[in-house]
Structures are given as structure tokens and as C-alpha cells.
């Protein structure tokens, strides 16, 4: 597997994740919904978001689940 269809499949899996909660989402045929998920998100973002529980965690928690670094945040270069 390359790098793209692992960045595939971390947005397949984000998908399905935001599909499992009580609004839905909507998947299509030609997976638009995905493009626009990798507009939105980056890969890491994407892996953290898609991981994510109902129960209150830390971010140390959620970053040794996934297996990121517990000091990095991948949402901190955007502000």
C-alpha cells in the first residue's frame, strides 16, 4: 500500500466514523465526500478525528491510542 491509499483509507475511515453518529453521513457513488473530507482535514487530523470516542479523554489518551507523539497536536498549526 502507498502513501495515498493509506491517506485513502484514513478518510474511508473518518467517514464511517462520522456516518455511525446519529446525523449520518452521507457517502456517494464517486466518493465526493471524501475529497471534500481531504479538503477539511489533514491525514493526521483525519486519523485522530475518525478514532474519536463519546468519552471524555485526554489528549495524551487520544495521541497514545492512534500512536502519535503525546506532545505534538496536529491541530496546532492552525489557528
Known amino acids: 500500500m502507498n502513501a495515498a491509499e ?3 483509507d484514513v478518510y474511508e475511515q473518518l467517514a464511517d ?3 455511525a ?3 449520518g453521513f452521507t ?3 464517486n466518493k465526493l465526500e471524501i475529497k471534500l473530507l481531504r479538503l477539511v482535514f ?3 487530523e483525519a486519523l485522530v478525528a475518525s478514532t474519536m470516542s463519546r468519552k471524555l479523554e485526554t489528549a495524551a489518551e ?5 500512536g502519535l507523539p503525546r ?3 496536529p491541530c496546532s498549526s492552525r489557528a
Open 6 to 8: 493509506a491517506h485513502d
Open 17 to 19: 466514523a462520522m456516518d
Open 21 to 23: 453518529q446519529p446525523a
Open 27 to 29: 457517502r456517494t457513488p
Open 42 to 44: 489533514t491525514p493526521e
Open 62 to 66: 487520544i495521541a497514545e491510542r492512534v
Open 71 to 73: 506532545r505534538r497536536s
